[in-house]
């Protein structure tokens, strides 16, 4: 039988606590110290990530495992936290920015959804992708430029590319060699990749989380008198969406993301190659399987980040929830 709004809101509304039950301010001043403490614990996976994605034919790196190794050889634990400085810096805003977006856009989507009568799963995958599509959109502006200066700093001087003395002298160069527009090297593809990123890994979270709970037992048809499930069992019901989305999410976007990452990384050298000749490169090096490259450790970043940043994100909503 398909479910009401006021069926779904009472099935869930012990699990989940809707914006306009937030103090905000404390949401982001709190929320900003928390994401920023999940950013340093799983950086090092994207510099990972990012190498192997620009590795040329010639490099004997071709796995995380020696890539980690070469960091760690040269440069040590710091070398794992290159650009992460820049990355810091425009995190805070960016993520302001995305869970505004989500949050506001999930309460108009749920309610557009909600003639259609459908069953709560498919409600909150419809709503949740919206959602997360629509913040991803917004956040690009920003999210961007930061994401073209850091990569280039995470693999400076790797595979022959260029060393740079910080963020702001890539800034600088890009800049003074191709304008402001330089630093949005990559965005359509970025929109493209991030987006339906975004949006698979909402919309997998969100209905991920109403099958669990319904073969748990608290799905819509449950008796009004059942106990509402300890925190314990909505931590774990939160950490099993997250690692589905993540799944879900890094399968369908890795080869878009890999693309990306080579355009904006080699975006700015003398013979600027297209996105049609990054995926000629990638073909005739690798031939369908280069488009997966770093796959490994995208997999292994989305679901980590996105079950870490998931946890917290919930915790920080019961942290900052206005009593009734």
Same mark, same amino acid.
């Given at each position: ?112 959804? *909600? +003639? ?8 909150? &995958?419809?709503?949740?992708? @919206? /959602? %997360?599509? =629509? !913040? $991803? ?90 106990? *509402? +499930? ?8 939160? &950490?099993?969406?997250?690692? @589905? /989305? %993540?799944? =879900? !999410? $890094? ?74």
């Amino acid at each position: 039988m398909n479910t009401p709004p006021s069926s779904r809101v009472a099935s869930f509304g012990q699990t989940e606590i809707n914006w306009d039950k937030l103090d905000k301010r404390r949401f982001y001043v709190v929320g900003a110290g928390l994401f920023t403490g999940v950013t340093v614990a799983l950086y090092p996976v994207s510099v990972v990530k990012t190498r192997l994605q620009v590795a040329s034919r010639e490099i004997a790196e071709r796995s995380a495992f020696s890539v980690v190794k070469g960091i760690l050889k040269n440069d040590g634990v710091p070398g794992l936290y290159r650009g992460f400085g820049t990355v810091i810096t425009g995190a805070v805003p960016a993520r302001i920015i995305f869970l505004t977006a989500l949050e506001t856009t999930k309460i108009s989507a749920f309610k557009m959804v *909600a +003639p259609f009568e459908l069953s709560e799963p498919t409600q909150a &995958a419809i709503a949740n992708g @919206i /959602a %997360g599509m =629509t !913040a $991803s959109l917004f956040s690009q502006a920003v999210f961007v430029p930061i994401d073209v200066v850091s990569q280039k700093l995470m693999v400076q001087g790797y595979s022959g590319h260029a060393k740079y003395t910080g963020g702001i002298d890539v800034a600088t160069k890009i800049i003074k060699s191709y304008g402001v527009r330089g630093l949005y090297r990559g965005f359509g593809l970025s929109v493209m990749t991030y987006s339906p990123s975004s949006a698979a890994w909402w919309a997998s979270y969100g209905s991920s989380q109403r099958v669990i709970w319904r073969f748990l037992g608290y799905g819509s048809d449950s008796d009004a008198t059942t106990a *509402a +499930p300890s925190k314990s069992k909505i931590v774990l019901v939160q &950490a099993a969406g997250g690692i @589905i /989305a %993540g799944a =879900t !999410a $890094s399968s369908i976007t890795t080869p878009l993301d890999t693309i990306k990452t080579r355009l904006q990384i080699m975006g700015h050298q003398e013979n600027r190659p297209s996105a049609k000749q990054v995926v000629k490169t990638l073909l005739a090096e690798d031939g369908w399987k280069g488009f997966y490259r770093g796959l490994g450790p995208r997999f292994f970043s989305m679901s980590a980040w996105g079950t870490s940043m998931i946890l917290t994100y919930e915790y920080l909503k019961r942290l900052c929830a206005i009593e009734d």
